[in-house]
Antibody, heavy 120, light 109 residues
Framework: QVRLQESGPGLVKPSQTLSLICTVS??????????WTWIRQHPGKGLEWIGC???????YYNPSLKSRLTISVDTSKNHFSLKVTSVTAADTAVYYC????????????WGQGTMVTVSS | QTVVTQEPSLTVSPGGTVTLTCASS?????????PTWFQQKPGQAPRTLTY???NKHSWTPARFSGSLLGGKTALTLSGVQPEDEADYYC?????????FGGGTKLTVL
């Protein structure tokens, strides 16, 4: 059974880069037709799609965040990562990783989420 | 930027039926938008209830059903149970990007 687990610093200073990793266990990140996805949720608020990366390496980003985002895959470590540059307090959120299955476009597996606070 | 709109809150009695809807600022929601519904309970990650409008997961109770209704996507709960009290989010796909609705807080009272 495939599982996803987010990891990374819980506290990031303003203007710095937020870096998170989502480790895939129970299966290979390279197999199948999947989009590996990041989603976040501001405290007490709704969900926001951040972006995703396909097994082929193609990336898609939220237009409102695109200039600050990088999503990449490391097949040797069976994980994918998220980098958000120039963070502000508005980037404080719970960050989730999820798997999107093609062609059904089903977000079938989610990580438990990790809280990231941007503060000096 | 696409804006996706849901009812902020709804209340339903146990055993009743309620329909949550999700509309898009760009026009009618269609199957091409791969409408998806999620349930989220406090302190938990969201979980998918329905995807591509009508498809369910093995863990989705039979009382939940997704549909397209009057240009919107809808999630209907028939025979509501107390454990259905949660936040519900819809998600729509537009040309390489996904947009969440603001969520509906469902109270079972």
């Amino acid at each position: 059974q495939v599982r996803l687990q987010e990891s990374g610093p819980g506290l990031v200073k303003p203007s710095q880069t937020l870096s998170l990793i989502c480790t895939v266990s129970g299966g290979s990140i390279s197999s199948g037709a999947y989009y590996w996805t990041w989603i976040r949720q501001h405290p007490g608020k709704g969900l926001e799609w951040i972006g995703c990366i396909h097994n082929s390496g193609t990336t898609y980003y939220n237009p409102s965040l695109k200039s600050r985002l990088t999503i990449s895959v490391d097949t040797s470590k069976n994980h994918f990562s998220l980098k958000v540059t120039s963070v502000t307090a508005a980037d404080t959120a719970v960050y989730y990783c999820a798997r999107l299955v093609e062609p059904t476009r089903d977000f079938d597996i989610w990580g438990q989420g990790t809280m990231v606070t941007v503060s000096s | 930027q696409t804006v996706v709109t849901q009812e902020p809150s709804l209340t339903v009695s146990p055993g009743g039926t309620v329909t949550l809807t999700c509309a898009s600022s760009t026009g009618a929601v269609t199957i091409a938008n791969y409408p998806t519904w999620f349930q989220q309970k406090p302190g938990q990650a969201p979980r998918t209830l329905t995807y591509s409008s009508i498809n369910k997961h093995s863990w989705t109770p039979a009382r939940f059903s997704g549909s397209l209704l009057g240009g919107k996507t809808a999630l209907t709960l028939s025979g509501v149970q107390p454990e259905d009290e949660a936040d519900y989010y819809c998600l729509l796909y537009y040309g390489g990007a996904w947009f969440f609705g603001g969520g509906t807080k469902l109270t079972v009272l």
